[in-house]
């Protein structure tokens, strides 16, 4: 049996909530883990400048060639000056909340930067995807960033999870792939 949430209060009650709101709630089911992207760019007055910027949209591609897209909302100020530039998928260990949040507007966390060949990452990350550019597309109030990975790598450790609204662990229960080989 499926159950459908609607609204149950007329727009003029102070307990309407729209449909967007149960939507979002009901994407929020899902959990996935947290990256932050990070690209030069520049700042307000055209001097050199890293940015990043805390997603939960992230997903593998193809393989071959190797892609990755992310999936950042129009209205964020790093929107525009991700277009056409190449850009580093960080994914965050358990211990690093706070440096999502960090990304996410809320500045709490020292900054480390590592030096890639085509786009800056984070140091300490539990795993990380340089790209290029690969494609571009509209997805409706976001846009989606297809970048072709150029290198790559990982370390072991717990990843930072987000359900419901909240942060949580996905701990790291068994070897991945590479015990198979």
């Known amino acids: ?46 001097a050199p400048k890293r940015h990043g910027i805390t ?43 706070a440096l999502a949040l960090h990304f996410a507007g809320r500045p709490q966390a020292e900054t480390v930067w590592e030096e890639g060949d085509h786009a800056p990452r984070l140091a300490g990350v ?8 690969w494609a571009e597309y509209d997805g409706g109030d976001h846009t989606l960033f297809v970048g072709e990975v150029q290198d790559f790598d990982y370390r072991s450790g717990d990843a930072l999870g987000f359900v419901n609204g909240q942060f949580t662990t996905i701990h790291e229960s068994v070897s991945g792939h590479e015990s198979l080989f």
């Open 1 to 46: 049996m499926m159950m459908t949430m609607t609204p149950g209060f007329s727009p003029e009650s102070k307990l309407y909530r729209p449909l967007a709101h149960f939507f979002r709630g009901s994407l929020g089911r899902f959990a996935t883990g947290v990256a932050i992207v990070t690209f030069d760019g520049v700042d307000d007055d055209g």
């Open 55 to 97: 997603v939960n949209s992230f997903t593998s591609v193809s393989m071959d060639p190797p892609l990755v897209l992310v999936s950042i909302q129009r209205t964020v100020r790093t929107h525009a000056m991700l277009a056409s530039r190449p850009f580093t998928v960080n994914i965050l260990g358990a211990e690093q909340q």
């Open 126 to 133: 539990l795993s990380w995807f340089e790209c290029t550019p």
